[in-house]
Nanobody, 122 residues
Framework: QVQLVESGGGLVQAGGSLRLSCAAS????????MAWYRQRQAPGNQRELV?????????SYADSVKGRFTISRDNAKNTVYLQMNSLKPEDTAVYYC??????????????WGQGTQVTVSS
C-alpha cells in the first residue's frame, strides 16, 4: 500500500506564509512527478493544479501563484513541500498532494493525499 500524508495547513492573515508538506510512504520503488492541487469551496469549482516538480527538480507553477509559491522535494524522504508566501484570500482552498508513483513490483499509478485546508483572512 501507498499513502500520502499532508500537513501544514491552517488559518493565516493576508500577506502571511504557510508551508505545506506531503510525505509518501509504503512499498514505493520510485516517485516521478509530485504536485499540489487546490479546490475552492464554491459550487462547481474544479480541482486546479498549483505547482508540480519532476523527480529531477524541474518546477512549474500556475500563473496565479508564480513568484509567491515555491515547490520543492526531498527524494530521500519521499516528501514534497509547498512554501506559500504573500498569501491572498483567493488562495483559500483545500490543498491536495499528488504523486505519480511506481510501486515495488512495477505498477505505476497516481496517488492523492487527504487534503489540508488553507484559509487566508483579509
Amino acid at each position: 500500500q501507498v499513502q500520502l500524508v499532508e500537513s501544514g495547513g491552517g488559518l493565516v492573515q493576508a500577506g502571511g506564509s504557510l508551508r505545506l508538506s506531503c510525505a509518501a510512504s509504503g512499498n514505493i520503488l520510485y516517485i516521478n512527478t509530485m504536485a499540489w492541487y487546490r479546490q475552492r469551496q464554491a459550487p462547481g469549482n474544479q480541482r486546479e493544479l498549483v505547482a508540480s516538480i519532476s523527480s529531477g527538480g524541474t518546477a512549474s507553477y500556475a500563473d496565479s501563484v508564480k513568484g509567491r509559491f515555491t515547490i520543492s522535494r526531498d527524494n530521500a524522504k519521499n516528501t514534497v513541500y509547498l512554501q506559500m508566501n504573500s498569501l491572498k484570500p483567493e488562495d483559500t482552498a483545500v490543498y491536495y498532494c499528488n504523486a505519480d508513483i511506481v510501486r515495488v513490483g512495477g505498477r505505476r499509478m497516481p496517488y492523492w493525499g487527504q487534503g489540508t485546508q488553507v484559509t487566508v483572512s483579509s
